[in-house]
């Protein structure tokens, strides 16, 4: 080949692979291209996205508690809001499937449960609600109560709307022992129509009671209020309640009892509506001294001496009495004020034979209204007071029954912890 065909190759070929460099180029330009049209689809995807956000609801729900919480309230915890919505539906469940009453509130904005949860129990809520598009949006939670292990509940005396004697206090027994006694008394607060100030006295850990300096005011009326839900009453023991509780103050009865003169005197306002003859403790098994508050009472009862520590050699109670009439108990450790059919008429007034209880007379059965012991029965209330004097015993103890009014007020306010 001469020179100049070789030249000639040599520039074709140059110019082949400058084509395929071209063509390389334009290669690249093509994926370029390609970037393009993946923009796109990104872009397409966007839009995607955008339309379809315009079909979700704007709502906004909240569930409390928060989904898979333990230990909760079971009074204020559960509840179910909306933002930028409202609620159309929602349900709640034990884990069984047992469905839980609850209302939407009247601008349907919230819902909460009807009743007081149970402890210890699993919930499950399942929400719906719209926004103003009428698009829906759901949301769902499941939470478990306090367990009785970690809360605590205060049993307490008197009832709501009961009528009880000017004596009773509100005593207050704690199911677990209250070592944050400052805190849980400041979250309970009891007050009288009639303005008289009412402190509270810790007998131990579990029982806290509440008195006036004096007997409440006959005819007021006397309010309970427990705010202890979430309060700790110990190291992860918290409180539950929530409640208030309002009674009644019936007449000022008071009644003294002299086992010297074995006469009951009845007072009622000021004014003494009858004497009663009675037969107290007998020397050997004295009735306690001091002030009694009436905390039961049974139109018949059965009275064992066994359950008191009054036994004969074989084990048996010294007595076991199916049928006392008219009981009404003075003490937790069995000090009665009750009827006794089965003594002779002639003790009542002149000598005191029993294991420690006061006793009138009365008929068997508890049938006839005309003896003393149906008299003062039907003629007293749990909460009226009984003075016993002149036994010769010691004072009851003011944490045995409801006689805290044994102690003086200063003694009784050094127990407040608040």
Known sequence: MTDGKRRKGLMAASAVLGGVLVLSACSGSDADSGGSASGTKESQAAQADEAAAKKTSQAEIKIAPKDGSDNASINNAAKVTVSK??????????????????????????????????????????????????????ENASFTTVSPANSFIGNFTPEDGSTVGVGMPVSINFDKAITNKADVQSHITVSSSSGQEVVGHWFNGNRLDFRPEDYWKGGSTVTLKLDLDGVEGADGVTGVQQKTVTFKVGRNQVSTVDAKTKQMTVTRDGKVVKTIPISAGSPDNKTYEGQMVISEKFKETRMNGATVGFTDDDGKGEYDIKDVPHAMRLSNSGTFIHGNYWGAKSIFGSVNTSHGCVGLADAKGAGDSSTPGAWFYDNSMVGDVVIVQNTGDKTVQPDNGLNGWNLSWAEWKAGSAA
């Open 85 to 138: 919505g409202t609620l159309t539906d929602v349900t709640m469940t034990t884990a069984d499937g047992t469905a839980v009453a609850g209302q939407i509130s009247a601008d349907k904005k919230s819902w909460k449960p009807t009743n007081q949860l149970e402890r210890s129990t699993t919930y499950k809520i399942a929400a719906e609600a719209q926004d103003s598009g009428k698009r829906v949006a759901h």
